[in-house]
């Protein structure tokens, strides 16, 4: 009996803890990287701005070699949707570009739909330098309780997934 009532006492102990640290762990997640290019923001726009060309770079298409994926609209375009179905290393979703300013930015909107629903927003940004370019990969997620205590644990896989990502790009 004494052995139940501890399994108890440390069970109700981890959950009072996951509770306290979901009221005040941010309440959304944010992620932003950058690397220095050695090219033109025009050279390099062409490979952010057509999910065609992203798949390229992006690490995620190299988790699932059998991963489903198709684009509705015209590629490169706002409204275009690129819609994936994987593993769970990828899940399903769909990211649909809302915001394309040639040779400086674009937006994206993602709709997360497996393995949890959640919708997030993407950004690619450009700024040339004398170094060539500067390109910065942000990502922003609203994170409800108590799914924000899941955040603090992604960010530094996201962050890898990003760095990974922009090397490959520097490559092109």
């Known amino acids: 009996m004494k052995a139940l009532k501890t399994v108890g006492i440390v069970l109700g102990s981890l959950i009072g803890l996951l509770l306290l640290v979901g009221l005040i762990a941010p309440k959304e997640m944010s992620v932003a990287r950058s690397i220095q290019i050695d090219a033109s923001p025009e050279t390099i726009y062409p490979y952010i701005s057509s999910f065609e060309q992203a798949d390229r770079w992006q690490p995620w298409s190299k988790l699932d070699q059998n991963m489903k994926e198709g684009i509705r609209g015209t590629d ?92 490959s790009l520097k490559e092109f």
């Open 76 to 167: 490169g375009e706002v409204g275009a949707t690129n819609w994936w179905e994987g593993n769970e290393d990828v899940g399903k979703g769909e990211q649909t570009l809302v915001s394309l300013k040639p040779n400086e930015r674009v937006e994206t909107d993602m709709h997360f739909i497996e393995p949890f629903d959640s919708k997030a927003s993407a950004y690619t940004q450009l700024d040339a330098n004398d170094g060539g370019t500067k390109v910065t990969w942000g990502f922003s997620s609203p994170m409800a309780f108590p799914m924000n205590v899941m955040g603090l644990f992604m960010t530094g896989a996201l962050e890898d997934d990003y760095d990974e990502g922009l090397a």
